[in-house]
């Protein structure tokens, strides 16, 4: 047989601890500082998703960060809460992924 639909959820396995790379767009401000939490939203208190930075390589635009809750979104910016610096994410690599599927048909 042949599977005609899938949908599926592809989910990359944030855990505590372990070092996430993420890609920033350039164009961003300023520079992450090691220890700072960073996050998603409209400030630190509606924030949707934080992490801590581990690693910043401004001349690559890659953040590394740990700790990670909840899901980043690519497309968005990621800010600094102690540098106020803010990069969008164009891409993340855990080097771990979670396959969720939803439902096939053949």
Do not use: H
């Not at 592809?10 to 520079?31: A, C, E, H, K, P």
């Not at 590394?64 to 540098?83: E, H, K, L, R, W």
């Amino acid at each position: 047989s042949v599977i005609k639909t899938s949908f599926t959820n592809i989910y990359n396995d944030l855990r505590t601890n372990q070092n996430v790379l993420f890609n920033m767009n350039s164009g961003g401000t300023g520079n992450y500082k090691i220890g700072e939490i960073v996050y998603q939203g409209s400030s630190p208190a509606l924030s949707y998703t934080n992490a801590k930075v581990t690693a910043w390589n401004s001349a690559n635009n890659q953040l590394y960060v740990t700790n990670a809750v909840g899901n980043f979104v690519s497309n968005q910016p990621v800010i600094g809460m102690t540098t106020n610096a803010s990069y969008t994410l164009w891409s993340s690599c855990s080097g771990r992924a979670i396959i969720q599927i939803l439902f096939i048909s053949f």
